[in-house]
Structure formats: C-alpha cells, structure tokens
C-alpha cells in the first residue's frame, strides 16, 4: 500500500514569510509524528498526535510554529514569520498506534519536505 | 537527557568489506534501541531493533546487540555490497512515560565501491 507522503518535496520561501507543510499518514494510523533534520544532524521531535489532538509537542522550538491534525489523518505543520535558521527537512511518520518499540508502533517515514528560507 | 552519539563518518569501504558503525548511548531507564536506514532519494526505513540488554537485532545481512554495560549498539556488516550506500542512523526509544519520541544520532554516510 501507499507509504506516508509528504508535499511539498521542496519549499524555498523568503525570511519573514509562512509557510505549511503537508503530511499524509498511512491509512488507518493513528499516530502520527513531525521530526525536524539540520543539516549534519539526525532528526529532532517536533511534535506528536494521538488521534486530532497534540499528545506532546514539546518539540516544537517556539510559537511560530504550530500543527494541525483536523480529521484525524492529514497534518500540516505551519510556520509564521520563517527565519534563515528553519531551513531544515522536516519529517513526517505515522504508525498504526504509539508508545515503545512493538511493531505495531513502528514509526513510517515519509520522505520529507526540504525548506530553504533565504 | 537521552542522547546517541555514532561514529561520524563517511565511511567508505569496498564491496565485500567488513563494516562496524559505532553507536553508544546515555538515557534514564532501559531504552529500546534501533538502527535506521536512508537510502538516497527514500525516507527513513527502519533496519533492525532490540528491546532489552544482550538482544541481537538483525535484517539484511546487518546485526548489532544491545549491550547494557557497555551502553552500546554497534551496527556489523560481514560483507557490504554497492546497495547498502546510504546514511544509518542509531536511535532509541524511551522505555517510560515518553516511549513515542525516538532520539536519533547524526546519521553515518556510508559509500561501497564496487
């Protein structure tokens, strides 16, 4: 079946403008999770949804971003007033449930969303 | 906090070589361990886990073990081949109230020539 997808697969904008980004898990999965990669780094936990509502983002670096998860599936992450230092890839996974490593929890990735703020 | 550190690479060997990806890590608790896979151009693809000390993880021709006194989980390849090319990430998972937040090392590119 269809892996996670995310779109856009690119999004160079300039400082100061918003921006959103689009997830869409693997059907059925109820857990869903947005990581950020720098450059030279692993991903990093922005923010995870149990369902529609935000479980944990204590991820999320500061109030100009923000994720939505309306239905219960899609999510967008979105970012106001973009800064130089939000370029990154932004990841997106979903499993079928969450919490420790049984495989049904195991995390899907998508193949990201690389933003370029200039 | 949690944190992974692995060998910074790249890394490059020749087809048919031996690997070894070092990873350690530091968490409360009992972790679950895992190493990732990003081939070019693909998302991140889980390659083998393991759940408590002295468990052996494998998939593909690729292993590692969970070494509680060491704090370890090494990735080994016997014999690379030009398709194993890709960045491998250690991570790990929470065993307590956080058990959803993977912590991920740097990533290690990994290049085998034929």
């Known amino acids: 079946g269809a892996g996670v997808s995310q779109t856009p697969s690119n999004k160079v904008t300039e400082k100061g403008k918003y921006v959103e980004l689009r997830c869409d898990p693997i059907?059925?999965?109820?857990?869903l999770y947005w990581y950020r990669q720098s450059l030279g780094q692993g991903p990093e936990f922005l923010i995870y949804?149990?369902?529609?509502?935000?479980?944990?983002d204590s991820g999320l670096p500061n109030d100009r971003f923000f994720a939505v998860r309306p239905e219960g599936s899609v999510s967008t992450l979105k970012i106001q007033r973009t800064e130089r230092g939000d370029s990154a890839v932004y990841l997106c996974a979903s499993s079928p449930r969450s919490g420790g490593p049984n495989p049904t929890n195991e995390q899907f990735f998508g193949p990201g969303t690389r933003l370029t703020v200039l | 906090g949690d944190s992974v550190t692995q060998m910074e690479g790249p890394v490059t060997l020749s087809e048919e070589a031996f690997l070894t990806i070092n990873c350690t890590y530091t968490?409360?608790?009992?972790?679950?361990l895992f190493w990732y896979v990003q081939y070019p151009g693909e998302g991140l693809q889980l390659l083998l886990k393991a759940t408590k000390a002295d468990d052996k993880g494998s998939n593909k021709g690729f292993e590692a073990t969970y070494r509680k006194e060491t704090t370890s989980f090494h990735l080994e390849k016997g014999s690379v081949q030009v398709s194993d090319s890709a960045v491998y990430f250690c991570a790990l998972i929470y065993s307590g109230g956080s058990n959803y937040k993977l912590t991920f090392g740097k990533g290690t590119l990994l290049t085998v020539n034929p």
């Open positions: 949804f149990q369902g529609t509502g935000a479980a944990d």
């Open positions: 968490a409360t608790g009992y972790p679950s």
């Open positions: 059907s059925g999965h109820t857990a």
